[in-house]
């Protein structure tokens, strides 16, 4: 199922048509060890670019990891279904009970490379994250917890705030897309 979900996702930009053509030819070489962090080089995750109704805020988590604003999401751990995987992920790092997707499609494809860093005691080496990305749409007077093994924070932004609060600058142009992606197909 993921293989065809990434195959049939319509690539807008130069970057993600690389990243759409190296992701697959991944695929190709790992077999559904991608789907796994057993395989130490690349696997894959999925994300939830979480928004409001109106499309005007985001929710966000705070990362212990990358002490940074931004996205919810995961590995997909042998998931085969990345959309369950983005849900599943929002879902447990901002406690809210119900979401649902903007489209059934996803929004973005990215190659994002992760430094090394300690996570539960472990060292993880330097590797990429074969990302697929799907909008989320919550409501936002439901009851946000902080998942405290992963985040520190959970809150909501407003998109015009958005760039202030990030401080991963490489991520950036990967949300300013997603708002892009979706305000077309919110409208």
């Known amino acids: ?3 065809e979900q990434i195959k049939n996702f319509k690539a807008t930009t130069i970057q993600e048509k690389a990243d759409k053509k190296a992701i ?53 751990d ?7 995987v983005a849900i599943k992920e929002a879902l447990e790092e901002t ?6 997707p903007l489209t059934q499609e996803m929004i973005t494809l990215d190659i994002i ?5 300690i996570k539960r005691g472990e060292y993880v080496n330097v590797h990429l994250h074969l990302n697929t990305t799907y909008v989320l749409i919550a409501e936002e007077d439901e009851i946000l ?3 405290e093994d992963e985040n520190s924070g959970v809150k909501w932004i407003p ?11 490489e991520m950036i142009p990967i949300y300013r897309k997603i708002v892009e992606k979706a305000k077309a197909l919110g409208n």
């Open 113 to 117: 490379p992760v430094p090394a860093h």
């Open 159 to 169: 998109i015009e705030e958005m760039e202030a609060e990030v401080n991963e600058p």
């Open 95 to 100: 406690g809210i009970s119900k979401i649902e």
């Open 24 to 76: 697959l030819e991944y695929i190709d070489l790992m077999g559904d060890d991608i789907l796994n962090r057993s395989s130490r080089l690349a696997h894959l995750t999925s994300s939830g670019f979480i928004m409001n109704r109106s499309l005007t805020k985001t929710l966000m988590i705070h990362h212990n990891i990358y002490d940074a604003w931004g996205w919810t999401g995961g590995h997909a």
């Open 1 to 3: 199922m993921y293989r």
């Open 145 to 147: 917890t902080i998942k």
């Open 78 to 84: 042998g998931d085969r279904d990345l959309l369950d």
